[in-house]
């Protein structure tokens, strides 16, 4: 008679257990059914550029970046009487998304007189959970033509004019406020000044983003170049800086001390260490507008 | 004394497992929310989301993830993940409520009030919803259009774009139902 209480019990407790089970937590049972499809982490960097080098980020299909950028500074212990600065240099460039992944660009930049431009694709992209790539890979390959030439360089025909950057730039977005970028880079440049000069140049980046709010975040990059000029005492470019972005406009705030604009020249040609005397360090500037050539269509609603 | 113990065992099995099929699942869910302003209209739509209805309780879940909603610019999804709604920290947006007097043999359109808690970026509100439930011999619809206001879920817009974001944001869902099995 015991035993049969001890079983009745029991079953009462299994009967209990699984009603219980039956009212489940409704919201647990659709954690469970969420489509387990690929997401990809966005807005590593949010620009194409963390300051004054690629970032890993792409422009969206069917989206053009117009790019307008500037270095500022100052010729020290003369009396100037120019407006703001002494010396501007600026680029202007567009950028166009192809695809999601491929995009490509062409600029100017008065400074250094060069026409360049680009091809971009986003070889690798970050998962946030576990099962993909732990980092986002993005191929840069960019070429620019010296419109000035050198008339010191031995070799000034428009054909050895042309220079080559290769980058390999690898990302992780670390959490949603860090992300940290490397880019093993190779420049190749037809026209030397002197004969001594290296014509390929290995360069490593490093760069960072930390966002402060939902609309600003402070960067910072850093180039170690390997084998810089023999000619003229180079710098390794350096920069700190802040991004701001709202709706379609994006700002860039940096100091920097390089006053090139594109790849091969901002690698090999930085005059000037970081520090704070004129006119080592330059105030940078870039504005870029983003405009939709085409918009995603919805997919046709289902009659409300 | 057997034959009770065998009863029992029957019934508690049945009333746990019975109410297992009494649950019906939505699995590809249209929700989409509007912002209407002079400046600026912002659409974005998620066929993905979730729901799924309790007939034993009435009970009702819902459950989307934010990183799936697309928009007419590219840009904006980003933005919106990014800056808005923090997609990172907030994968989800969730609700759980229940139907108040709801009749499930009901065969046709019927008006009723869900009440529940909505969860959107860390924020959890109360809210009353119209809901259209159409029954077509078993086939459940349910239909409805409501208004939130952005501030109520602590998401941050700055002042310059105060004018392209409206305070009120509209949502309107339609979830068609299947029956749930495990």
Same mark, same amino acid.
């Given at each position: 008679?015991?035993?049969?209480?001890? !079983?009745?019990?029991?079953?009462?407790?299994?009967?209990?257990?699984?009603?219980?089970?039956?009212?489940?937590?409704?919201?647990?049972?659709?954690?469970?059914?969420?489509?387990?499809?690929?997401?990809?982490?966005?807005?590593?960097?949010?620009?194409?550029?963390?300051?004054?080098?690629?970032?890993?980020?792409?422009?969206?299909?069917?989206?053009? /970046?117009?790019?307008?950028?500037?270095?500022?500074?100052? !010729?020290?212990?003369?009396?100037?009487?120019?407006?703001?600065?002494?010396?501007?240099?600026?680029?202007?460039?567009?950028?166009?998304?192809?695809?999601?992944?491929?995009?490509?660009?062409?600029?100017?930049?008065?400074?250094?007189?060069?026409?360049?431009?680009?091809?971009?694709?986003?070889?690798?992209?970050?998962?946030?959970?576990?099962?993909?790539?732990?980092?986002? !890979?993005?191929?840069?390959?960019?070429?620019?033509?010296?419109?000035?030439?050198?008339?010191?360089?031995?070799?000034?025909?428009?054909?050895?004019?042309?220079?080559?950057?290769?980058?390999?730039?690898?990302?992780?977005?670390?959490?949603?406020?860090?992300?940290?970028? !490397?880019?093993?880079?190779?420049?190749?440049?037809?026209?030397?000044?002197?004969?001594?000069?290296?014509?390929?140049?290995?360069?490593?980046?490093?760069?960072?983003?930390?966002?402060?709010?939902?609309?600003?975040?402070?960067?910072?990059?850093?180039?170690?170049?390997?084998?810089?000029?023999?000619?003229?005492?180079?710098?390794?470019?350096?920069?700190?800086?802040?991004?701001? /972005?709202?709706?379609?406009?994006?700002?860039?705030?940096?100091?920097?001390?390089?006053?090139?604009?594109?790849?091969?020249?901002?690698?090999?040609?930085?005059?000037?260490?970081?520090?704070?005397?004129?006119?080592?360090?330059?105030?940078?500037?870039?504005?870029?507008?983003?405009?939709?050539?085409?918009?995603?269509?919805?997919?046709?609603?289902?009659?409300? | 004394?057997?034959?009770?113990?065998?009863?029992?065992?029957?019934?508690?099995?049945?009333?746990?497992?019975?109410?297992?099929?009494?649950?019906?699942?939505? +699995?590809?869910?249209? @929700?989409?929310?509007?912002?209407?302003?002079?400046?600026?209209?912002?659409?974005?739509?998620?066929?993905?989301?979730?729901?799924?209805? #309790?007939?034993?309780?009435?009970?009702?879940?819902?459950?989307?993830?934010?990183?799936?909603?697309?928009?007419?610019?590219?840009?904006? +999804?980003?933005?919106?993940?990014?800056?808005?709604?923090?997609?990172?920290?907030?994968?989800?947006?969730?609700?759980?409520?229940?139907?108040?007097?709801? #009749?499930?043999?009901?065969?046709?359109?019927?008006?009723?009030?869900?009440?529940?808690?909505?969860?959107?970026?860390?924020?959890?509100?109360?809210?009353?919803?119209?809901?259209?439930? #159409?029954?077509?011999?078993?086939?459940?619809?349910?239909?409805?259009?409501?208004?939130?206001? @952005?501030?109520?879920?602590?998401?941050?817009?700055?002042?310059?774009?105060?004018?392209?974001?409206?305070?009120?944001?509209?949502?309107?869902? +339609?979830?068609?139902?299947?029956?749930?099995?495990?």
């Amino acid at each position: 008679m015991k035993n049969r209480k001890l !079983i009745l019990a029991c079953f009462l407790i299994v009967g209990l257990l699984s009603q219980t089970n039956a009212q489940d937590n409704l919201l647990d049972i659709l954690d469970a059914e969420h489509p387990n499809e690929k997401i990809f982490t966005a807005a590593t960097f949010k620009m194409t550029r963390i300051s004054y080098g690629q970032s890993i980020e792409t422009r969206k299909k069917g989206t053009l /970046e117009t790019y307008w950028s500037y270095r500022f500074w100052n !010729i020290p212990n003369t009396r100037t009487q120019s407006f703001f600065a002494d010396k501007v240099s600026g680029r202007l460039a567009l950028e166009y998304g192809v695809t999601d992944r491929f995009s490509m660009g062409v600029g100017y930049s008065n400074y250094d007189d060069l026409f360049d431009g680009f091809l971009k694709y986003k070889l690798v992209r970050q998962q946030p959970r576990n099962d993909g790539s732990p980092v986002s !890979i993005t191929l840069f390959q960019g070429g620019s033509y010296n419109g000035g030439g050198n008339p010191y360089a031995n070799n000034n025909d428009d054909f050895n004019r042309l220079s080559y950057t290769s980058q390999v730039l690898i990302a992780r977005k670390f959490n949603s406020n860090f992300s940290f970028q !490397i880019a093993p880079t190779i420049i190749h440049r037809g026209m030397t000044a002197w004969p001594s000069d290296p014509t390929n140049t290995f360069a490593m980046g490093f760069g960072g983003r930390f966002k402060i709010n939902g609309h600003l975040s402070f960067v910072s990059e850093y180039y170690w170049v390997t084998n810089p000029l023999k000619s003229k005492e180079t710098f390794d470019p350096f920069s700190l800086g802040l991004n701001w /972005e709202i709706g379609g406009l994006m700002f860039q705030c940096m100091l920097t001390n390089t006053r090139s604009l594109v790849e091969d020249t901002y690698l090999t040609q930085t005059p000037n260490s970081f520090n704070f005397k004129a006119p080592n360090i330059n105030l940078g500037l870039t504005a870029i507008y983003i405009w939709h050539l085409k918009k995603k269509k919805h997919p046709p609603q289902n009659k409300l | 004394m057997n034959k009770l113990l065998i009863f029992l065992l029957v019934f508690s099995f049945f009333n746990g497992t019975g109410q297992n099929q009494e649950k019906i699942i939505a +699995r590809q869910g249209q @929700v989409s929310f509007f912002s209407y302003t002079s400046v600026e209209n912002i659409k974005a739509k998620n066929n993905q989301a979730l729901s799924i209805i #309790d007939f034993s309780n009435n009970k009702i879940a819902a459950s989307m993830l934010m990183n799936v909603f697309v928009f007419e610019k590219t840009l904006m +999804r980003e933005h919106f993940n990014e800056s808005y709604i923090e997609t990172d920290i907030y994968p989800k947006a969730t609700f759980e409520g229940e139907i108040i007097d709801f #009749d499930k043999s009901f065969n046709g359109k019927q008006t009723k009030m869900i009440n529940g808690i909505f969860s959107l970026h860390g924020v959890s509100k109360p809210i009353e919803i119209k809901t259209e439930i #159409d029954n077509t011999n078993g086939n459940y619809i349910l239909t409805a259009t409501f208004e939130t206001f @952005v501030k109520d879920y602590d998401i941050k817009i700055p002042p310059l774009l105060a004018g392209n974001i409206a305070k009120t944001i509209s949502v309107t869902f +339609r979830f068609e139902y299947e029956p749930y099995e495990k």
